[in-house]
């Protein structure tokens, strides 16, 4: 029995194909993954409403979400690390000016600055969602773990400069998650490995994005997928190969672990 190692698994990218599919090898890894007694979860910049099937088609009940904000353990919540009410209203106004939309979101659902944009069509569509309701002050009573700002890698250098108490990490061309500063799926893990007391050294976790780095970084074998940013794989330990091309099934056996 392996209950003293946990491996993390990303969504987008490494559990999940392009096309948004779980590969029938990925399914068959975690499964005999859980049969050796190794702790099974995921680490992921969603939010839980949005992989809840995921969760339940790989029978996974420990969870890191908005990129470490959110951490349930055993479907217990351990650990909540909300933005401030005060910055979010603040950058409302500032992105407002700017024609910039934001999407809030809680572990329930999400809610949108403005209505019919076509960036948010855009970058949720790419992860198969629709544009969300609309209520710009959804904020003010709910507490929001990641918001979600809509402009290009051009533009986001005025966030950047303006808000230097919040962490921003792109996740796609023309979409940035807001993050409280210091807020990273590293610390998420943190916070659960402390309660399971799991060494750092007895963590794996496998990733392909730049949310991904503090992750695989932080971990004791980090291992980056063959479709992962470059770099996600300078800093890994280990790559595997792509998503579509039994990845995990690969970087599992590689490390030792199945």
């Given at each position: 029995?392996n ?16 096309q ?14 859980k ?8 680490a ?29 353990l ?73 918001a979600?700002?809509f402009?290009?890698?051009e ?5 950047l ?29 943190k916070q ?24 695989i ?12 940013k ?29």
């Open positions: 029995m209950s003293n190692k946990i491996v993390f698994f990303d969504i987008d990218g490494t559990l999940l194909d392009h948004k599919n779980l590969p029938r090898s990925t399914k068959e890894a975690i499964h005999q993954l049969q050796t007694g190794v702790h099974v979860a995921i992921t910049g969603r939010a839980p409403f949005m992989y809840k099937e995921l969760r339940e088609e790989l029978g996974i009940s420990s969870y890191v979400s908005f990129n470490g904000q959110y951490v349930v055993n479907n217990e919540v351990i650990y909540k690390n909300p933005l401030s009410k005060n910055r979010l209203e603040h950058i409302l106004n500032f992105s407002k000016d700017k024609k910039h939309p934001l999407v809030y979101l809680d572990h329930n659902t999400m809610r949108a600055s403005e209505d019919n944009h076509h960036y948010i069509h855009e970058s949720l569509g790419s992860l198969k969602f629709s544009h969300p309701e609309v209520d710009p002050t959804y904020f003010l009573n709910n507490e929001i773990y990641q979600l700002l402009c290009t890698s533009e986001e250098h005025e966030y400069q303006a808000y230097d108490d919040l962490h921003f990490i792109r996740w796609h061309d023309v979409s940035i998650d807001i993050l409280p500063k210091g807020g990273s799926k590293a610390e998420g893990i659960m490995i402390q309660k399971l007391n799991i060494h750092v050294d007895n963590v794996v976790a496998f990733g392909d994005g730049l949310n991904d780095i503090e992750m970084e932080f971990v004791g074998t980090g291992v980056a997928m063959g479709n992962a470059e770099e996600i794989k300078n800093v890994a330990n280990v790559v595997t190969k792509n998503v579509d091309d039994h990845g995990i099934i690969h970087g599992l056996e590689k490390i030792g672990l199945l």
